[in-house]
């Protein structure tokens, strides 16, 4: 009995231990497979992501196209404009018409803009800026006397209100929160580089005949149409767009391309549907939105003063003086002949996109309102001391290099913080229901003040001197420190649905900041009012 009480002993403990080695032997199989499984399932998310981002990286890109036609009309008419009026002899008044009117007449396609693109879609009103401005350009290009050259100009300046309105709204509604600051300055940096391009074909071609050299200068300006008509292949409509016109299940197929994982596609659809009004069933009609935006509530003027404030005070600080009008302002400081002059602006031109591109990397980690601080305390130093050189230092040696390191140093300030950030804030504090409008207000403010400052330079500088006309410029300066310290919160890294409780009250809107308790009871009380509205 012992014995067989030992060997039955002996045997289960046999059993136990082999049934137990081959239960853990399974056990190690099973959780090495596991590991494999794990590290398949995390190269292939981690590619997932890659691709994700460099899909809206992609579209972000080819929906800046057509700022480079903006930039490249700005910075070719700088130098254009010297052999135009050698080839068609156009008076002074003329020429600032020609050169300012552009932005002025941009304020119809800004306009058109937001009610175009709500009804045609985001991508649809890109493909139609590229149409309208380059019919202009090729207009301009063949124009035989002022008559014509101003019709090309006229619909150059539509196509350009329609593409520097849509672009930032496009960006922001496709691209995640982290990486948004970033990425809607991307029309910014194209605006940049197309001066730059504008600025180099003004000193490739100043060799040439002055009737052929304007001609060119100008034509060129059409080749990026080619890029434009194949990134309609590529990029997708907006997804806040669809949802508006609830096209809900088109919406989840582009939000799956542009998110990382299906639970983050399901959440922003979430945040959009109710953003949107589609979860009431709410449908704003554009009379409604006009409305809002003419009659508007606490926080939604709060937001006009934010988006609308700085989109002027980017113009009205002189930039586009600046650049449209480097070579009189080089001129002024003692350098002579037009090849010299021309190889200035290039100068001009390098700078401003070298530093664009430092934007673009602090934007999202610095955050939007430091960098506005740098850029404008930079702005008023450098245009302060641009006057003070042209005024006791002109045609002096020094003199010149002090004003080209002021020029370059007061765009390099702009690039870094004004310029692209104005853009940022305008397409990202505005509800969805007003976006399009709104922003498209923003750019009308933005380009009537550019217009203004380029139909009027020449002549306020012929009154009170080019350095009196800075000094100007760095009083305004000062101004658009104080509107940043009082009027601008801090917006990094924030989804654009709580952007929009920033401005529910003012403490929030002026600091920046809203706790979490205020957001949850700002939404409850949303969704009461909503309920009690029902």
């Known amino acids: 009995m012992g014995l067989m009480g030992g060997e039955e002993n002996g045997k289960g403990e046999g059993v136990v231990e082999i049934h137990m080695g081959s239960k853990n032997k399974y056990k190690r199989m099973d959780s090495d497979g596991t590991e494999e499984d794990e590290a398949l399932s995390n190269e292939g998310i981690a590619k997932k992501n890659h691709n994700t ?5 992609v579209c972000a890109i080819f929906a800046s196209l057509n700022s480079v036609l903006l930039g490249y009309d700005v910075g070719v008419m700088s130098g254009a404009i010297l052999f135009i009026q050698e080839d ?50 090729v207009v301009m290009t063949l124009a035989p006397n002022f008559g014509i ?111 990382e994982s299906e639970t983050e596609v399901e959440e ?37 003063i934010t988006g609308c404030g700085i989109q002027c005070f980017q113009q009205i600080t002189g930039i586009d003086a600046t650049v449209y009008y480097s070579p009189t302002i080089f001129k002024e400081a003692g350098i002579e002949g037009n090849t010299q002059l021309l190889a200035a602006t290039v100068a001009v031109g390098l700078t401003k996109t070298l530093f664009i591109l430092v934007a673009i990397f602090l934007i999202d980690k610095v955050g939007r309102k430091p960098l506005l601080y740098i850029s404008t305390i930079g702005m008023t130093t450098c245009l302060l001391g641009l006057s003070l050189t042209l005024a006791f230092m002109g045609n002096e040696k020094i003199g010149i290099g002090m004003a080209i390191l002021a020029v370059c140093g007061n765009v390099a300030f702009f690039s870094v913080g004004l310029g692209p950030i104005c853009w940022v804030l305008s397409s990202e504090i505005f509800p969805l229901r007003l976006r399009a409008q709104a922003s498209a207000l923003g750019a009308v403010g933005s380009r009537v003040s550019s217009g203004v400052v380029a139909m009027s330079f020449l002549s306020v500088s012929r009154a009170i001197t080019v350095a009196g006309t800075f000094l100007i410029f760095a009083v305004i300066s000062v101004f658009a420190i104080v509107f940043v310290h009082t009027c601008v919160p801090e917006t990094k890294g924030k989804s654009l649905e709580q952007i929009e409780l920033l401005f529910q009250n003012e403490g929030a809107w002026r600091g920046g900041e809203v706790e979490m308790g205020d957001a949850e009871r700002l939404v409850q009380r949303e969704q009461v009012g909503g309920m009690s509205d029902s």
């Open 53 to 57: 981002r460099r899909f809206v990286f």
């Open 88 to 137: 068609l002899k156009i008076t002074e008044v003329q020429e600032e018409v020609l050169v300012g009117i552009l932005s002025i007449i941009s304020l119809l396609g800004s306009l058109a803009g937001g009610k175009t693109s709500d009804a045609i879609g985001r991508k649809w009103t890109i493909a139609f800026a590229a149409i309208v401005f380059q019919t202009g350009a």
């Open 149 to 259: 050259l101003m019709v090309g100009r006229l619909l150059a300046g539509v196509g350009i209100g329609f593409g520097v309105m849509i672009a930032p709204v496009y960006i922001a509604e496709i691209a995640p929160a982290i990486a948004r600051g970033s990425l809607t300055s991307f029309p910014e940096i194209f605006i940049n580089l197309g001066i730059l391009l504008g600025y180099v074909s003004n000193y490739t071609f100043s060799g040439l005949p002055a009737h052929i050299s304007w001609r060119i200068m100008l034509g060129v300006g059409t080749l990026p149409s080619v890029f434009i008509g194949f990134a309609l292949f590529v990029i997708p409509e907006s997804p806040r767009w669809l949802i508006m016109q609830n096209r809900v299940e088109e919406a989840r197929a582009v939000l799956l391309k542009i998110n």
């Open 268 to 304: 922003r659809l979430a945040e959009i549907q109710l953003a949107a009004g589609t979860a009431n069933a709410e449908k704003y009609e554009a009379k409604a939105v006009w409305r809002e935006i003419l009659n508007p509530s606490p926080p939604v003027r709060r937001m006009l």
